[in-house]
């Protein structure tokens, strides 16, 4: 008979060696990084087999800020079962435990990084943001050039990137705060597997390392414009005998914008998908219109006074989750999703397009 429990303490010895098992990509200093970090006796379930354990997930507490409201959300990660256990609904029965134990605990969203989107539609989640990684040739960005002073930056030195990356955030409407402590062990991470890391004051900062004859930037996090042009000048300047300069991009397009020459690719190469939990809430934390009743899988709610309660009255419009979620989060528009059938729509023209661009750029 199977235990589904929260992990203590004594039991990380065997969450060391699951992860190790189903992610082999993993070094031992990036699991020793974990076990001193990550691990802790609250959001980590495992289902054990007479004391072993053998399929595992993580609750990852994040706080949000959605138009300058704070919520609390979930990310869900390091799913994993053993190979000699797999395909027996271990992962679907910790996927949707973890989900109750997000909804009593009051989060409004939750958010993960699929191994299989198709996997997780399951669970109601639905893709809600893309990252791309984009190539230039480095001999073509000779319009980059610049003179530029940066600053080197250590694990120590985390507190000076704090305000540039939450301001960076601040432009988006929604997005994972990290405070001096996670943004130290976040920079821990990146020195622990060769990346360098610079900085213009505390308004932009980029996370890089060479790759053969290739830059990768893994972060890049400015200001304005003017700032994000110096700091690719920087790398420029430093590495432009290089091949190639492959960039992991944030969402808002300006690197496209700002660097004139074509690309050579670019490749998706993570989605992420999201879930309401708290439909009430996330109607609060928006420009929802008030008098217009929606239907969100089988329960009707309405918005009055900047209060939301649940309704009995005739519904404007039928959502299913996966479409609340894109549409409230500005993935999809209204006409979007009845196109794809994931809402139905009676008073479209009363609904704001809430399109925008979200920075969630967590890996859990």
């Not at 065997?14 to 990084?33: G, S, W």
């Not at 893994?218 to 290089?242: M, P, Q, R």
Request: hydrophobic fraction near 40%.
């Amino acid at each position: 008979m199977d235990e589904l429990r929260l992990l203590r303490k004594v039991d990380f010895t065997q969450l060391y060696d699951l992860r190790r098992e189903c992610f082999p990509v993993l070094t031992k200093k990036q699991e020793d990084f974990a076990m001193n970090h990550y691990y802790d006796e609250t959001n980590w379930y495992g289902i054990f087999l007479k004391e072993k354990l053998i399929s595992v997930i993580w609750i990852k507490p994040m706080k949000l800020i959605f138009n300058d409201i704070t919520i609390m959300a979930g990310g869900i990660g390091s799913v994993a079962t053993n190979p000699m256990y797999r395909n027996k609904g271990y992962s679907k029965k910790l996927i949707n435990h973890a989900l109750s134990i997000m909804t009593k605990r009051g989060y409004t969203l939750t958010s993960l990084a699929p191994f299989l989107s198709s996997f997780y539609e399951k669970f109601g989640y639905s893709n809600t943001l893309s990252f791309y990684e984009i190539t230039y040739q480095m001999n073509q960005l000779s319009c980059l050039f610049k003179k530029v002073l940066v600053d080197e930056v250590t694990p120590n030195l985390a507190k000076h990137l704090v305000k540039a990356r939450v301001n960076f955030s601040k432009r988006y409407n929604l997005y994972c705060q990290r405070d001096e402590k996670l943004m130290a062990s976040y920079i821990q991470s990146f020195y622990e597997n060769g990346y360098k890391i610079n900085a213009i004051r505390d308004v932009g900062y980029v996370i890089y390392k060479e790759k053969k004859n290739d830059i990768f930037i893994a972060e890049i996090v400015y200001k304005d414009s003017t700032i994000l042009g110096e700091l690719l000048a920087y790398i420029y300047n430093v590495y432009k005998n290089k091949e190639n300069l492959i960039i992991v991009t944030p969402p808002d397009h300006l690197i496209i914008d700002h660097i004139k020459s074509d690309y050579e690719s670019i490749n998706l190469i993570k989605d992420k998908m999201s879930k309401v939990l708290d439909v009430k809430r996330m109607l609060i934390a928006t420009n929802f219109p008030e008098n217009i009743a929606i239907n969100v899988d089988g329960i009707s709610y309405v918005k009055k006074e900047n209060q939301c309660i649940i309704t009995t009255e005739n519904t404007d419009i039928q959502f299913t989750i996966q479409g609340f979620t894109q549409y409230i989060l500005g993935v999809r528009s209204p006409l979007e999703l009845q196109f794809n059938k994931q809402a139905i729509i009676n008073k479209v023209d009363k609904l704001p397009i809430m399109t925008k661009t979200l920075f969630e750029n967590e890996v859990y």
